[in-house]
T-cell receptor, first 115, second 116 residues
Framework: NAGVMQNPRHLVRRRGQEARLRCSPMKGHSHVYWYRQLPEEGLKFMVYLQKENIIDESGMPKERFSAEFPKEGPSILRIQQVVRGDSAAYFC?????????????FGPGTRLTVL | GDSVTQMEGPVTLSEEAFLTINCTYTATGYPSLFWYVQYPGEGLQLLLKATKADDKGSNKGFEATYRKETTSFHLEKGSVQVSDSAVYFCALSFNAGGTSYGKLTFGQGTILTVHP
């Protein structure tokens, strides 16, 4: 059973460009979480999605950031008009049940660098 | 809101030394508690977890007990190895007001370095 897949692993963008980060959850998992890790900091929750639904986006900036998890295909975290402060590692995690006792399985992350 | 506080690092130990990494939390409901480990350049891996008060999680020689009275979940290992060098994160999940899901709140992480 393949683990959580994220691509690309490394992404370089210039200020003002768009960044698209993809996450394929583990087989059988319908709950996806996105976290951001800024340099020298811990992970911060961004958004929680189930198939075709955003459940909680309280950690996501109101502007420029969006997320989706379509019925078919990977979850996408989209950052429009990137700025230098968006440079970070973005981790996706998936879980089978989505409950508070459930274990989340993390992908290897996408490291975004904004020039 | 919910929060997690970990002891400040980095922590440097010699092989076979005893390890303690302190973790305390603030939560409005009844969270589950987790320790995750991150090796350089990789994602996080679950180390252990406890889902209710007085539960003890254990894995690979690491242990932590969910102490509701002190709101703590300290990580311990009796004899560390060089291969334990990594960043350790304490985390809690959301369970309050009749709503429960896996949104995690993390501590700032503790860098552990073990020398031969």
């Amino acid at each position: 059973n393949a683990g959580v897949m994220q691509n690309p692993r490394h992404l370089v963008r210039r200020r003002g460009q768009e960044a698209r980060l993809r996450c394929s959850p583990m087989k059988g998992h319908s709950h996806v979480y996105w976290y951001r890790q800024l340099p020298e900091e811990g992970l911060k929750f961004m958004v929680y999605l189930q198939k075709e639904n955003i459940i909680d986006e309280s950690g996501m900036p109101k502007e420029r950031f969006s997320a989706e998890f379509p019925k078919e295909g990977p979850s996408i975290l989209r950052i429009q008009q990137v700025v230098r402060g968006d440079s970070a590692a973005y981790f996706c995690a998936s879980s089978p049940l989505g409950t508070h006792t459930d274990t989340q399985y993390f992908g290897p992350g996408t490291r975004l660098t904004v020039l | 809101g919910d929060s997690v506080t970990q002891m400040e690092g980095p922590v440097t130990l010699s092989e076979e030394a005893f390890l303690t990494i302190n973790c305390t939390y603030t939560a409005t409901g009844y969270p589950s508690l987790f320790w995750y480990v991150q090796y350089p350049g990789e994602g996080l891996q679950l180390l252990l977890k406890a889902t209710k008060a007085d539960d003890k999680g254990s894995n690979k020689g690491f242990e932590a007990t969910y102490r509701k009275e002190t709101t703590s979940f300290h990580l311990e290992k009796g004899s560390v190895q060089v291969s334990d060098s990594a960043v350790y994160f304490c985390a809690l999940s959301f369970n309050a007001g009749g709503t429960s899901y896996g949104k995690l709140t993390f501590g700032q992480g503790t860098i552990l370095t073990v020398h031969p």
